[in-house]
C-alpha cells in the first residue's frame, strides 16, 4: 500500500521558519516528481512547489519563490519543504503529492494531475 506521511507542520509566528517532511512508503517514487500544495480555510488546494525526480528541476508559486525551497532525498524516498521568512496567508494544511508519471516534469501542477496524496500537515502562522 502507497502511502506519503507529511510532518513538520505547527503554530510559528510571521517571519519563522518550518521544515516539512513527506515521507513514502510502499513503493520508490525515485523516477517521479512530487510535489506540495496547500489548501487554506474556504479556499482551494493550490500548488506551492514541485521537484523533478533526479531533484535536479524545482519550481514554485509565486507566492512562495525566494522564500520556500522544495528538496528530495531519494535513498530515503523523502520529500522536504524548507519554508523560510512565514507569513500569515501561509496558513494552511500543506499535501505532499507525487505524480504516477516518471520521467515527467511540470513548472505547475495541478492538483487533479497528481496521483498519490497525504493526508497533510497544518501550518499556522500567527501575526
Known amino acids: 500500500q502507497v502511502q506519503l506521511v507529511e510532518s513538520g507542520g505547527g503554530l510559528v509566528q510571521a517571519g519563522g521558519s518550518l521544515r516539512l517532511s513527506c515521507a513514502a512508503s510502499?513503493?520508490?517514487?525515485?523516477?517521479?516528481?512530487m510535489a506540495w500544495f496547500r489548501q487554506a480555510p474556504g479556499q482551494e488546494r493550490e500548488f506551492v512547489a514541485a521537484i523533478s525526480a533526479s531533484g535536479r528541476t524545482t519550481s514554485y508559486a509565486g507566492s512562495v519563490k525566494g522564500r520556500f525551497t522544495i528538496s528530495r532525498d531519494n535513498a530515503w524516498n523523502t520529500v522536504y519543504l524548507q519554508m523560510n521568512s512565514l507569513k500569515p496567508e501561509d496558513t494552511a494544511v500543506y499535501y505532499c503529492?507525487?505524480?504516477?508519471?516518471?520521467?515527467?516534469?511540470?513548472?505547475?501542477?495541478?492538483?487533479?494531475?497528481?496521483?498519490?496524496w497525504g493526508k497533510g500537515t497544518l501550518v499556522t502562522v500567527s501575526s
Open positions: 503529492a507525487a505524480d504516477r508519471r516518471t520521467d515527467y516534469f511540470s513548472t505547475n501542477y495541478s492538483p487533479v494531475a497528481m496521483d498519490y
Open positions: 510502499g513503493r520508490t517514487f525515485s523516477n517521479n516528481a
